[in-house]
């Protein structure tokens, strides 16, 4: 690997986040948190705090229905007795060494596999679901238990001690659902001692670090900055913090960083910088929580941007769901994140999130409002007037990362990558296609990012991805285990309404072109392939139906896709493949594969009835 090559993707990273980076690694070395914040063992010397008192509810009980506690949204939980927090939630493995400051730490060198399996209960997900049963039954039995999970958790998690606060991020994540839950239990603006001091612990831990958390350019950077605003409201009214000069600086500080994360982060259509729908979820969830408190303890409004980004934001992820299930093609990363579980709606619904940024930001509905999706905006309400006459769906602007062509019975997506934000997964051209409210070309998804080297390999490759792979290799080279060298710069030379064209060329020399045209019952795809030495595989990852071969065809039910190409074609297969929808799920999927052995176009002819 060229060093020239590795220093262009050290520019575009950025030289200021290379800079925060190298400095948080060197303060690690130096031992410098472990000074600058010490382990405390301030709440396991007091093994009965309260946290959540018992106070009048706002909220009656008929308006609302419990939810369940899934860990990544699909693996439950039992919550008849608080868990092994050092435990993955889905084996038997326990963090070993967790006596030492997080600092001194390595995610990946805990013996746990995926860290994000024993991270994932101490992000506070179960709050919701104690919390919702008692404003349900108003049972004392619900309110006892959430305090002493929360004790439970505080002593075998000394401030500052082991894996549980190791990640800023993490940390956050806390920060909000306890400001959440503080807000469902009527005490947002009178919060106990004990969860006071908890918060101010938690956003101590927060602020050194989020420089680094900034240099990430992604989901880190809005959840750490809003965390230090919302957890700095709630604290600003406690009689013991509402004095520290430090409580104002946190709020400034969040309120600055949102802004410029806001600004950075979202492009001009909407999209999000990891170029995942589910990444952008948790993004819009954030900023929709920290609107909902910026309107509860009426703070100033944001700039005029940033409200244009976030509502061009909005128009983009609900351009990508199925309006009657809220499904969401597989684009990007999917680490199972979903910062607000509070509805019986499962994981990957996604209406819940539009419609209550939707009511935040623009004080209107987007769906019914007679529907469970709407538990959370009912629950984290606005305080302006709603029109809760449907908003008509926004018109099609998706033209940066990824592109939509769609008509009234089809909606095709495919990636087309810049070099304005690090890529996750060689999926440059990848196509994913819906024909109605069925996904008949699918994505995959990326099931764990710390698994068996071959599955972990898999989910982020060319070979698991709608587009062309040239000699076996992957697209792009590793620099690291999330780091590609050589990013993609793709081409969109032709685009109207029914009609794509785009292309990239690699720094192997590979060609792709990809043109796709939309009619009312056919699909049209020209791959246009150039620069291979041996051999090129399309491939075509389809979802568990009675597909049958005849030749250059396939079929099932009403759908049927032809194969031709005007190179000699070496072999047409089905072959076994993988889709993980939820994290650390997954499942066996046809996969059509077509092999060329020289250049020139091969045509996809996708039909339906």
Same mark, same amino acid.
């Given at each position: 690997?060229?060093?020239?090559?590795?220093?262009?993707?050290?520019?575009?990273?950025?030289?200021?986040?290379?800079?925060?980076?190298?400095?948080?690694?060197?303060?690690?070395?130096?031992?410098?948190?472990?000074?600058?914040?010490?382990?405390?063992?301030?709440?396991?010397?007091?093994?009965?705090?309260?946290?959540?008192?018992?106070?009048?509810?706002?909220?009656?009980?008929?308006?609302?229905?419990?939810?369940?506690?899934?860990?990544?949204?699909?693996?439950?939980?039992?919550?008849?007795?608080?868990?092994?927090?050092?435990?993955?939630?889905?084996?038997?493995?326990?963090?070993?060494?967790?006596?030492?400051?997080?600092?001194?730490?390595?995610?990946?060198?805990?013996?746990?596999?995926?860290?994000?399996?024993?991270?994932?209960?101490?992000?506070?997900?179960?709050?919701?679901?104690?919390?919702?049963?008692?404003?349900?039954?108003?049972?004392?039995?619900?309110?006892?238990?959430?305090?002493?999970?929360?004790?439970?958790?505080?002593?075998?998690?000394?401030?500052?001690?082991?894996?549980?606060?190791?990640?800023?991020?993490?940390?956050?994540?806390?920060?909000?659902?306890?400001?959440?839950?503080?807000?469902?239990?009527?005490?947002?603006?009178?919060?106990?001692?004990?969860?006071?001091?908890?918060?101010?612990?938690?956003?101590?831990?927060?602020?050194?670090?989020?420089?680094?958390?900034?240099?990430?350019?992604?989901?880190?950077?809005?959840?750490?900055?809003?965390?230090?605003?919302?957890?700095?409201?709630?604290?600003?009214?406690?009689?013991?913090?509402?004095?520290?000069?430090?409580?104002?600086?946190?709020?400034?500080?969040?309120?600055?960083?949102?802004?410029?994360?806001?600004?950075?982060?979202?492009?001009?259509?909407?999209?999000?910088?990891?170029?995942?729908?589910?990444?952008?979820?948790?993004?819009?969830?954030?900023?929709?929580?920290?609107?909902?408190?910026?309107?509860?303890?009426?703070?100033?409004?944001?700039?005029?941007?940033?409200?244009?980004?976030?509502?061009?934001?909005?128009?983009?992820?609900?351009?990508?769901?199925?309006?009657?299930?809220?499904?969401?093609?597989?684009?990007?990363?999917?680490?199972?994140?979903?910062?607000?579980?509070?509805?019986?709606?499962?994981?990957?619904?996604?209406?819940?999130?539009?419609?209550?940024?939707?009511?935040?930001?623009?004080?209107?509905?987007?769906?019914?409002?007679?529907?469970?999706?709407?538990?959370?905006?009912?629950?984290?309400?606005?305080?302006?007037?709603?029109?809760?006459?449907?908003?008509?769906?926004?018109?099609?602007?998706?033209?940066?990362?990824?592109?939509?062509?769609?008509?009234?019975?089809?909606?095709?997506?495919?990636?087309?990558?810049?070099?304005?934000?690090?890529?996750?997964?060689?999926?440059?051209?990848?196509? @994913?296609?819906? !024909?109605?409210?069925?996904? =008949?070309?699918? %994505?995959?998804? +990326?099931?764990? $990012?710390?698994?068996?080297? /071959?599955?972990?390999?898999?989910?982020?490759?060319?070979?698991?991805?709608?587009?062309?792979?040239?000699?076996?290799?992957?697209?792009?080279?590793?620099?690291?285990?999330?780091?590609?060298?050589?990013?993609?710069?793709?081409?969109?030379?032709?685009?109207?309404?029914?009609?794509?064209?785009?292309?990239?060329?690699?720094?192997?020399?590979?060609?792709?072109?990809?043109?796709?045209?939309?009619?009312?019952?056919?699909?049209?795809?020209?791959?246009?392939?150039?620069?291979?030495?041996?051999?090129?595989?399309?491939?075509?990852?389809?979802?568990?139906?009675?597909?049958?071969?005849?030749?250059?065809?396939?079929?099932?039910?009403?759908?049927?896709?032809?194969?031709?190409? @005007?190179?000699? !074609?070496?072999?047409?297969? =089905?072959?076994? %493949?993988?889709? +993980?929808?939820? $994290?650390?799920?997954?499942? /066996?999927?046809?996969?059509?594969?077509?092999?060329?052995?020289?250049?020139?176009?091969?045509?996809?002819?996708?039909?339906?009835?």
């Amino acid at each position: 690997m060229k060093i020239i090559d590795k220093l262009l993707t050290y520019k575009r990273l950025g030289i200021s986040n290379i800079f925060y980076v190298a400095v948080y690694r060197f303060a690690i070395k130096l031992g410098y948190f472990q000074k600058k914040l010490p382990i405390d063992n301030q709440f396991k010397n007091k093994p009965s705090a309260i946290f959540f008192s018992e106070q009048p509810l706002r909220i009656t009980n008929k308006n609302i229905t419990s939810v369940k506690l899934k860990a990544f949204g699909w693996l439950h939980v039992d919550t008849s007795q608080a868990p092994n927090w050092l435990k993955a939630v889905n084996n038997e493995n326990v963090v070993k060494n967790n006596a030492m400051h997080w600092s001194q730490l390595n995610d990946f060198d805990l013996a746990v596999g995926d860290i994000k399996t024993v991270w994932e209960l101490s992000r506070f997900n179960w709050l919701f679901c104690f919390s919702i049963d008692f404003m349900i039954t108003n049972k004392l039995e619900y309110l006892d238990t959430l305090n002493h999970w929360l004790n439970d958790w505080s002593a075998h998690n000394p401030i500052n001690q082991g894996v549980n606060w190791k990640c800023g991020q993490e940390a956050s994540i806390r920060v909000m659902h306890l400001a959440a839950t503080a807000y469902l239990l009527n005490q947002e603006k009178a919060i106990t001692t004990d969860l006071a001091d908890f918060l101010y612990a938690h956003l101590v831990r927060i602020s050194p670090t989020i420089h680094y958390a900034m240099a990430q350019d992604n989901n880190h950077g809005t959840s750490e900055a809003a965390a230090l605003y919302i957890g700095s409201l709630l604290l600003e009214k406690n009689a013991k913090y509402q004095k520290k000069s430090v409580i104002q600086q946190w709020i400034k500080t969040g309120e600055y960083w949102l802004e410029n994360r806001v600004d950075k982060l979202i492009d001009n259509d909407g999209v999000f910088s990891q170029h995942s729908v589910n990444y952008h979820r948790l993004m819009l969830d954030t900023l929709s929580l920290v609107e909902f408190f910026r309107q509860q303890f009426n703070q100033s409004t944001f700039s005029a941007l940033y409200y244009q980004k976030i509502d061009k934001a909005i128009d983009w992820l609900h351009s990508t769901i199925s309006v009657t299930s809220g499904k969401t093609p597989i684009l990007g990363l999917n680490d199972g994140a979903q910062l607000l579980p509070l509805t019986s709606c499962d994981y990957v619904d996604y209406r819940p999130s539009i419609q209550w940024a939707s009511v935040l930001f623009r004080a209107s509905t987007i769906y019914e409002i007679n529907h469970p999706l709407n538990q959370l905006m009912l629950l984290l309400p606005t305080n302006k007037n709603i029109n809760e006459e449907t908003s008509p769906l926004p018109v099609n602007s998706l033209n940066t990362s990824y592109q939509l062509i769609e008509n009234d019975y089809a909606r095709c997506y495919i990636r087309t990558p810049n070099t304005q934000f690090r890529p996750a997964c060689c999926d440059a051209l990848h196509l @994913d296609v819906w !024909i109605a409210d069925e996904n =008949i070309l699918v %994505g995959t998804g +990326s099931y764990s $990012y710390n698994c068996e080297s /071959k599955l972990q390999a898999y989910f982020t490759s060319v070979s698991s991805h709608n587009t062309i792979q040239f000699d076996q290799h992957e697209q792009m080279p590793k620099l690291s285990q999330f780091l590609y060298n050589q990013w993609i710069d793709s081409e969109v030379t032709n685009k109207s309404k029914h009609h794509l064209c785009a292309q990239y060329v690699n720094d192997l020399g590979h060609s792709h072109k990809r043109e796709i045209h939309l009619t009312k019952n056919n699909l049209h795809i020209t791959d246009s392939i150039d620069g291979l030495k041996d051999k090129a595989t399309l491939r075509w990852h389809l979802p568990n139906k009675d597909w049958q071969q005849s030749g250059n065809k396939i079929s099932s039910g009403r759908f049927t896709i032809d194969i031709s190409a @005007d190179t000699p !074609i070496k072999k047409i297969t =089905i072959v076994e %493949g993988y889709q +993980s929808r939820y $994290y650390l799920k997954r499942n /066996k999927i046809p996969v059509l594969e077509i092999t060329l052995a020289q250049a020139g176009k091969v045509y996809t002819l996708l039909s339906w009835s």
